[in-house]
């Protein structure tokens, strides 16, 4: 069964800094990794999809990458703002299990 | 382009009572997905349907819970009877298929079992 592991589970920075939140699988039989962003009592918004044959996908200051072999992704947040701060989470579409798998997500906090 | 639409957004009942949730996908979706999120978890997938055809329920409670898709529009999830651990927020999903497409989240609706 697919397992997916996001560190840090926390992250809290000022203002500014650019920053990586780390996502890893256990299978790398994957059709697509999704990249979404969680407000508090909110569903979950879509920031980047990446299919199985792609290595990054951008969005104005997003950037995730993959790398399948060696089942890890990054997404990378420049010149973080407040309005970043929510819970990121990583979801994998396995080939075997139809569906996407989550993992429980980095907390980010980013301060004034 | 209207997104995921579910109802209600909160609910609070007290266990062994029923409930149901309502979703209505992105027009010209042919997936849809429910999802189940306990507090500091990410989702868990319950049931997927491709149009009004059953995909994947296999971590689905079936002895509690049913969904329906009819006419392979909107769908409704049920829980009947609900039992404290069901507590959650509940998350309805569409894509214009599945393996490669990207999913789109509602709201969710917030369970709360007394």
């Known amino acids: 069964k697919q397992e997916v592991t996001q560190i840090p589970a926390a992250l809290s920075v000022p203002e500014g800094e650019n920053l990586v939140l780390n996502c890893s699988f256990t299978?790398?039989?994957?059709?697509?990794l999704q990249w979404f962003r969680q407000d508090p009592g909110k569903g979950l918004t879509s920031l980047l999809l990446?299919?199985?044959?792609?290595r990054e996908q951008t969005s104005g200051r997003l950037n995730a990458s993959l790398d399948k072999s060696s089942g890890r992704s990054t997404l990378y947040i420049a010149a973080s703002q407040p309005g970043d701060s929510a819970t990121y989470l990583c979801a994998v579409m396995g080939v075997v299990e139809y569906a996407l798998n989550f993992g429980k997500g980095t907390s980010l906090l980013v301060t004034p | 382009e209207a997104g995921v639409a579910q109802s209600p957004r909160y609910k609070i009942i007290e266990k062994r009572q029923s409930v149901a949730f309502w979703c209505n996908p992105i027009s010209g979706h042919a997936t849809l997905y429910w999802y189940q999120q306990i507090l500091g978890q990410g989702p868990k997938l319950l049931i997927q349907f491709q149009n009004n055809g059953v995909v994947d329920d296999s971590q689905l409670p079936k002895d509690r819970f049913s969904a329906e898709r009819l006419k392979g529009v909107d769908s409704t999830l049920k829980i009947q009877p609900a039992k404290l651990e069901d507590s959650a927020v509940y998350l309805c999903a569409s894509s214009l298929g599945f393996w490669y497409n990207e999913q789109f989240f509602g709201p969710g609706t917030r369970l709360t079992v007394l």
């Open positions: 299978d790398s039989a994957i059709y697509n």
């Open positions: 990446i299919q199985s044959s792609q």
